[in-house]
């Protein structure tokens, strides 16, 4: 039996079919009221991430990208201040500092993919102000040692969980180490929507009010999400607007009453793969206890296997991703390149993701699986042993 399998598209399809009253009833609660912008459905979002990563505050946001953003704006981030964060990684954790002013200084990664702590240290200057370590792929960095380093350093902390809400770190949520932690909720993440959004959360009472503000001009009194905590502030600031809009919120509400039982299918799919894909020549992700799975990435042996790889499976209607075809700092026009991390120019050559959102069902996991091993066993001329 043929199959056509794509990237992630039929993962909206398949829920949306399965959950088509709760979706529909949602979204015309809120049209039909006229409720569109910061209104019960944003704040009972809010404070449903903040209870999930057991912080204090939520806030919701346009984007992950905004997140970051308004994040390192928030701590008083900016021109001549330096801050670290991994070169592995989606543009925007980089974008955020750039986009305040301030310097991004790049560190390469270690074994298991994610920012080398030992890295970060040597990395230190005078200049430094943050460090954004990058929780990538569902998997959370060594926050120990981070935080040791930060406090010891007088650094800020904003962990960029984008890909790693519902990862654990010895038992703690990723995004609640640090000063801030942001997320994604965009189409591929593991909760995400119907289009953008993003959400901040915090311990930091002072750093919330300041958040619920920038996020929305800086104008608490017209906001009809007003929170009675906080008082409408006497002295303002230029902030420009990046707000998580009802509609969305309600749709995001819907599926995080399923949000558990996705991250666990995730995991089964995972196992499946990582069963029946051994013995081939490439490299198979390693989890530790407390990961999610974000993405199902395996790192082959070069870029023309990879590319070739990729076609075979597209003959056979499997649609896979690749986007690390040139690392970020290797990107021209974005004043970057002066760093060398050899680790993650490794990544950019051979890593491929294979689809594993939680709608994918066990009999597509399994031809994607004898679809590699016949380009392995019969393109490749592999021998079995």
């Known amino acids: 039996?043929?199959?056509?399998?794509?990237?992630?598209?039929?993962?909206?399809?398949?829920?949306a079919e399965a959950h088509k009253d709760e979706l529909i009833n949602a979204f015309w609660d809120r049209v039909s009221k006229g409720e569109l912008i910061l209104r019960d459905e944003v704040r009972k979002f809010e404070d449903t991430l903040a209870k999930y990563t057991n912080t204090k505050y939520g806030i919701g946001v346009n984007s992950g990208t905004d997140a970051l953003t308004l994040s390192v704006r928030a701590l008083g981030i900016g021109p001549g201040d330096e801050v670290i964060c991994p070169a592995h990684t989606f543009i925007a954790s980089i974008y955020c500092i750039v986009a305040n002013g301030a310097t991004p200084?790049?560190?390469?990664?270690?074994?298991?993919?994610?920012?080398?702590?030992?890295?970060?240290?040597?990395?230190?200057?005078?200049?430094?102000?943050?460090?954004?370590?990058?929780?990538?792929?569902?998997?959370?960095?060594?926050?120990?040692r981070i935080m040791l380093i930060a406090a010891k350093n007088k650094l800020f902390v904003i962990e960029d969980a984008a890909q790693a809400l519902g990862s654990t770190y010895k038992g703690q949520p990723a995004g609640s180490f640090g000063d801030l932690g942001c997320f994604s909720f965009n189409?591929?993440?593991?909760?995400?929507?119907?289009?953008?959004?993003?959400?901040?959360?915090?311990?930091?009472?002072?750093?919330?009010?300041?958040?619920?503000l920038m996020r929305n001009h800086y104008?608490?009194?017209?906001?009809?999400?007003?929170?009675?905590?906080?008082?409408?502030p006497e002295i303002v600031e230029w902030a420009g607007k990046s707000r998580l809009d009802e509609i969305q919120a309600a749709l995001l509400n819907v599926k995080w009453k399923y949000f558990d039982q996705l991250l666990a299918?995730?995991?089964?799919?995972?196992?499946?793969?990582c069963k029946g894909l051994q013995g081939l020549p490439f490299k198979l992700p390693e989890y530790n206890e407390g990961d999610v799975i974000q993405e199902?990435?395996?790192?082959?042996?070069?870029s023309d296997t990879r590319e070739s790889l990729k076609n075979y499976l597209a003959e056979n209607g499997i649609e896979i991703m690749i986007r690390e075809t040139t690392p970020n700092h290797k990107v021209k026009n974005l004043g970057l390149e002066n760093f060398n991390l050899p680790i993650t120019e490794s990544i950019s050559k051979d890593a491929l993701r294979l689809p594993c959102y939680p709608e994918l069902y066990n009999e597509e996991i399994e031809f994607i699986i004898q679809k590699i091993k016949d380009f392995y066993y019969k393109e490749q001329e592999i021998v079995i042993e």
Request: with cysteine; net charge neutral.
């Open 187 to 212: 189409t591929p993440k593991l909760l995400g929507g119907w289009g953008d959004g993003g959400g901040i959360v915090t311990n930091n009472k002072s750093l919330a009010e300041k958040l619920y």
């Open 296 to 302: 199902f990435i395996i790192r082959v042996l070069d």
């Open 219 to 232: 104008n608490m009194a017209q906001s009809s999400i007003r929170r009675e905590d906080f008082p409408t």
């Open 1 to 15: 039996m043929e199959y056509k399998i794509n990237f992630i598209r039929n993962s909206y399809i398949r829920f």
């Open 265 to 273: 299918r995730r995991k089964e799919i995972a196992d499946i793969y």
């Open 105 to 144: 200084i790049l560190v390469d990664v270690g074994p298991n993919e994610l920012i080398d702590p030992e890295r970060i240290v040597s990395a230190i200057t005078e200049k430094t102000k943050a460090i954004l370590p990058v929780h990538f792929h569902g998997k959370t960095c060594d926050m120990d």
